[in-house]
């Protein structure tokens, strides 16, 4: 059975940073797959186009430029926000306000968007909401696991309303495609 729209399939893959020698940025075994509805927006759309068509078994080797993946670091999505929204009674939360790390933040519709703090000034923190993955080319290499028909449940899709790190390229969620 091939992999296309509405069915059900699971991968085991390494993703590395720039080609198959590069940095190892998540490696997903085969005793706990990505698993996922093909065409459903879970995953990037140009990573389901290299994925269309295979079955189980079948291993797969390709790059995703950054443009296909999480897009080109905006410099619009690092932002410097009021230092106070950071404090408690007038002191920094330096439990969670600290360079390199990553905070979960809303935006102004309620939105989640993760964060990283990357200076910590007087009075501004500057962050960015950039995908942690944006500007840099991937190279996937796995095999499919499985392909299946995909049961009525797994066809509505997730009702947590949580984020999905592969559908938005700057989201700021965090994570990889899986």
Do not use: W
Not at 39 to 51: M, R, S
Not at 54 to 71: K, P, Q
Not at 131 to 150: C, Q, W
């Amino acid at each position: 059975m091939k992999i296309k729209s509405s069915r059900f399939a699971s991968l085991a893959y390494t993703l590395h940073e720039g080609d198959k020698g590069g940095r190892v940025i998540e490696t997903v075994e085969e005793s706990a797959p990505l698993s996922f509805v093909f065409g459903a927006g879970q995953l990037l759309p140009a990573f389901e186009d290299k994925l269309a068509g295979l079955e189980a078994g079948d291993e797969f080797d390709f790059s995703l430029v950054a443009d296909d993946a999480y897009g080109e670091v905006r410099e619009e999505m690092v932002i410097s926000l009021p230092r106070n929204i950071f404090e408690d009674e007038g002191v920094l939360r330096s439990e969670i306000c600290y360079v390199g790390n990553t905070v979960p933040m809303l935006d102004s519709h309620g939105n989640r968007m993760n964060g990283v703090v990357v200076e910590i000034g007087d009075a501004f923190i500057k962050m960015d909401f950039n995908h942690p993955l944006a500007g840099i080319d991937l190279h996937f290499s796995g095999k499919v696991v499985e392909v299946r028909e995909a049961t009525p449940g797994e066809l509505e899709g997730p009702s947590s309303g949580g984020c999905s790190s592969c559908s938005s390229r700057n989201s700021g969620c965090g994570g990889t495609c899986g």
